[in-house]
């Protein structure tokens, strides 16, 4: 049944495995346990997707006469939820460093970041390494992290947040209108 919901569900990833299926495959076991991996671009996504575990968990229990429960076993990470203007004041410092213009990359991944961005006001920047081939969390992009190429784009990075943290605390309308946005989106 969640095969067949998933593929009306866009930009999400639902996986599944068998955790329990019992001994033997001449014998119905008393209880068996699937466990499944979801990711969707947002929270709300990620309710919807587990109102469609329920249905579809309750109409197969009914259907066989079983029970069922649902465990949240990891802690959901929520989306990202980039505060513009605080961005705009990183970009900036970022390419008057020499850091080149800040790409615009559509992440879903997931990140404990997510989470802090719906209490503060929040950035995840991307820095530059100049390997646009590799995966994230490869050796390849690992190995990249340790060069000098690798110094020089945390060094930018840390300095442009240096630099924008302290334009925010100097600069009371900017801090009124990252705050603002913020609270716009609450």
Not at 66 to 80: F, G, L, Q, S, V
Not at 84 to 106: A, W
Request: glycine share 8%.
């Amino acid at each position: 049944m969640i095969g067949f919901e998933k593929q009306y569900l866009k930009d999400t990833n639902i996986y599944g495995v068998f955790a329990d299926g019992g001994e033997k495959c001449s014998v119905i076991p008393d209880h068996a346990a699937v466990k499944y991996l979801v990711r969707a671009k947002d929270m709300k996504t990620i309710e919807q997707i587990r109102a469609m575990f329920e249905r579809c968990a309750d109409a197969a229990a009914k259907a066989v006469g079983a029970t069922y429960k649902i465990w949240r076993n990891e802690p959901a990470n929520k989306d990202m939820v980039t505060n513009e203007t605080l961005s705009e004041v990183f970009n900036k410092y970022y390419e008057e460093l020499g850091g080149g213009e800040m790409p615009q990359i559509d992440s879903t991944g997931s990140t404990d970041m997510g989470d802090v961005s719906y209490v503060v006001p929040a950035i995840h920047p991307w820095i530059g390494l100049n390997c646009p081939s590799y995966q994230l969390h490869s050796k390849e992009f690992a190995d990249t992290t340790i060069t000098k190429a690798g110094d020089r784009a945390m060094k930018l990075g840390a300095e442009a947040l240096a630099l924008a943290g302290a334009e925010v605390l100097t600069t009371p309308e900017l801090l009124d209108k990252i705050k603002a946005e913020f609270k716009k989106g609450e």
